[in-house]
């Protein structure tokens, strides 16, 4: 099964945070943003920009590589 190519899109994660993050952002610059905004809001935690490089699920297979193919290491 070839791989599918999906648009990439960011998260800003916490590992001390509460629930799993749940907005894409669609570029790195306002996932920063919401970081930020977050890290001020609750002071002491980190935030993470965090960006997906494959997906598999599981049932029916699926793979998806996320980003472009000059992105990917060449070995």
């Given at each position: ?17 509460e ?29 993470y ?9 599981i049932g ?16």
């Amino acid at each position: 099964m070839a791989d599918q190519l999906q648009t990439p899109f960011f998260l800003v994660w916490s590992p001390t945070g509460e629930t799993p993050p749940r907005k894409r952002w669609p570029n790195q610059m306002e996932a920063e943003r919401e970081a930020e905004r977050m890290a001020n809001r609750f002071p002491g935690k980190d935030f993470y920009v965090v960006a997906p490089t494959y997906r598999v699920g599981i049932g029916v297979t699926v793979r998806e590589r996320f980003g472009d193919d000059d992105d990917m290491v060449p070995f």
